[in-house]
């Protein structure tokens, strides 16, 4: 779609939404779209009441924020693990990236919220999370987080296995994070 249907896309809904999230997949690998989405939703009066977001993996580099940050109000990023092992093991890829990003963000004040999709024996030992809180509590003490509870609906073969997130593990989550 080009950005001029997404606006009229937009223009339809507006009497019931107020604003518009990027997300994907992943919203940053199309960075240039999406700064020229918002861009052209900034510039015209008829979507000034609408906000911007992006729905972030965070490994973007510092080059694709600057891009986007004059167009953006804020970015919902997700850490999947501070451990870099661990986020390895999770995701395929360091999560070196992911930290910059979340520092350079919240330097900046684009960062909206940080997202922890936490699974079960993979990045929820007291130990990490604790860590987890420290780290992002000593890039800003009032930062948001949120905690995402891992449901295996519409995961991948390989996570499909992994343990749900019960009621119990949720209570524990937050009483090391707080």
């Known amino acids: 779609m080009s950005v001029p249907e997404i606006l009229e896309e937009i223009r339809a809904s507006m009497p019931y939404i107020s604003g518009i999230t990027v997300s994907g997949g992943e ?10 989405l918002f861009k052209e939703m900034k510039k015209r009066p008829e979507f000034s009441s609408l906000t911007t977001f992006i729905d972030s993996n965070g490994n973007a580099p ?3 924020w600057d891009l986007l940050a004059p167009y ?8 999947k693990a ?3 092992a661990s986020h390895i093991a999770l995701t395929g890829s360091s999560n070196a990236t992911v930290l910059e990003s979340i520092k350079y963000l919240d330097s900046i004040g684009k960062l909206y919220e940080v997202r922890l999709l936490l699974v079960p024996g993979h990045n929820d030992s ?5 860590k987890t809180a420290v780290w992002l509590k000593g890039v800003n003490p009032d ?13 991948r073969a390989t996570a499909r296995e992994w343990p749900e997130v019960s009621d119990a593990d949720l209570l524990r989550y937050h009483s090391r994070l707080d």
């Open 27 to 36: 919203a940053t690998v199309q960075h240039q779209f999406v700064a020229e």
């Open 62 to 64: 510092k080059a694709v």
């Open 72 to 79: 953006t109000d804020g970015v919902m990023l997700d850490l």
């Open 82 to 84: 501070l451990d870099d």
């Open 126 to 130: 007291d130990d990490e999370l604790i």
């Open 143 to 155: 930062m948001k987080i949120k905690i995402n509870a891992f449901k295996t609906h519409g995961v």
